[in-house]
């Protein structure tokens, strides 16, 4: 089993920028692919950013790309999510997620194991 706890979310204005954190406990060994998911209010569950061990790959959807940047620190079993000029539609839970796989998977129907979140809220 692995254990994910996400934190760092908050207030922001539009503009400012936010660093998410993402600690994994557990079987971290196989915590091969990880990925940053959001919620906006009313919507569904969409991928942000996702980062395989298997050759450092990493995939960023359209809205973010330029802005934010999905990285990982081994030696403390966390993922990070850097988000730089944010918009209020950034505004959402966000989630981080894992699974065993060599594979980048995009779609959040891949990921075995999800944290409880955290919420980022951008005002214009």
């Known amino acids: 089993q692995v254990q994910l706890s996400e934190s760092g979310g908050g207030l922001v204005q539009a503009g400012g920028s936010l660093r998410l954190s993402c600690a994994v406990s557990g079987r971290t060994s196989i915590s091969i692919a990880m990925g940053w998911f959001r919620r906006p209010p009313g919507t569904e569950r969409e991928l942000v950013a996702a980062?395989?061990?298997?050759?450092?790959?990493?995939y960023y959807a359209d809205s973010v790309k330029g802005r934010f940047t999905i990285s990982r620190e081994n030696a403390k079993n966390t993922l990070y999510l850097q988000m730089n000029r944010l918009k209020p539609e950034d505004t959402a839970m966000y989630y981080c997620?894992?699974?065993?796989?060599?594979?980048?998977?995009?779609?959040?129907?891949?990921?075995?194991?999800w944290g409880q979140g955290t919420r980022v809220t951008v005002s214009s």
């Open positions: 997620a894992t699974r065993d796989t060599r594979a980048l998977p995009t779609n959040p129907d891949e990921f075995d194991y």
């Open positions: 980062f395989s061990w298997v050759g450092l790959r990493t």
